[in-house]
């Protein structure tokens, strides 16, 4: 991609165009340093070589989004190695991106701890997103109607609701709040990120979703309760 078209797409995106906008916004927050390679840095002529994490990257948004991981993986394995960092920042918003990372970095013995940051909200509940500043008026009034179906289906899991029932329910709902698609919408065990049939272990419940032109990612942990029965025998066992 050109540089002018870089520019474009980052500030449609609400995000710093330039390096030195990026430096200033991250001054206040107390900020040393700044590494910002340039793409001959990252990517030298004849670069060749591309990191792929299996497993994990399926699915979900690697069904929708082909070669995307590979591109994550690739340039986070770049950044590791070249900045050589002891902690590495991921947001909990982008659940599969941060397992996929997480992989790499185990797989590949990598030496950074990868830290997982909670998700960000606006005051209604949406998830904080560079992609929220492209939604219309209307659009963002109903955009917090994801999180919120997400929430209280994700409630209803943990008491044991159908999870078949459940996700077709909440589908239904985000469509009637006026989103124009539901990409996904599935329960994930919180530690693999496989597929699940109950909410029988932690687990998250992750959904992708079109609102207009703009396409939003959310998810939210869901914890299984205790029935009595269990209580009680876990009770009579201690």
């Not at 109950?198 to 609102?211: H, K, M, N, T, V």
Request: overall charge neutral; hydrophobic content about 45%.
């Amino acid at each position: 991609m050109q540089q002018g078209s870089v520019q474009q797409l980052c500030r449609s995106r609400g995000l710093p165009a330039h390096e030195h906008d990026g430096a200033a916004k991250l001054a206040p927050l107390g900020a040393h340093l700044l590494y910002a390679p340039n793409a001959a840095d990252v990517y030298p002529e004849g670069f060749a070589t591309t990191v792929s994490v299996s497993g994990v990257s399926k699915g979900l948004c690697g069904a929708f989004r082909p070669g995307h991981f590979d591109g994550v993986a690739t340039v986070v394995a770049k950044l590791f190695l070249q900045t050589r960092a002891d902690l590495a920042f991921f947001g909990e918003k982008d659940f599969q991106q941060l397992h996929v990372v997480r992989r790499l970095v185990r797989d590949l013995d990598i030496p950074i701890e990868i830290v997982a940051c909670p998700t960000v909200r606006e005051a209604d509940g949406l998830a904080m997103s560079s992609r929220n500043v492209r939604l219309s008026a209307e659009q963002r009034l109903a955009a917090p109607k994801l999180p919120e179906v997400l929430s209280a289906s994700a409630a209803r899991l943990s008491a044991r609701a159908p999870v078949e029932l459940v996700l077709a329910e909440a589908r239904q709902a985000i469509l009637a709040a006026g989103y124009d698609e539901v990409e996904y919408l599935e329960l994930r065990a919180d530690d693999d990120l496989s597929p699940l049939t109950a909410a029988d272990r932690p687990a998250r419940l992750i959904a992708a979703a079109w609102l207009g032109g703009t396409r939003l990612i959310d998810n939210v942990g869901v914890l299984p309760r205790q029935r009595k029965c269990e209580v009680l025998a876990a009770s009579n066992a201690a």
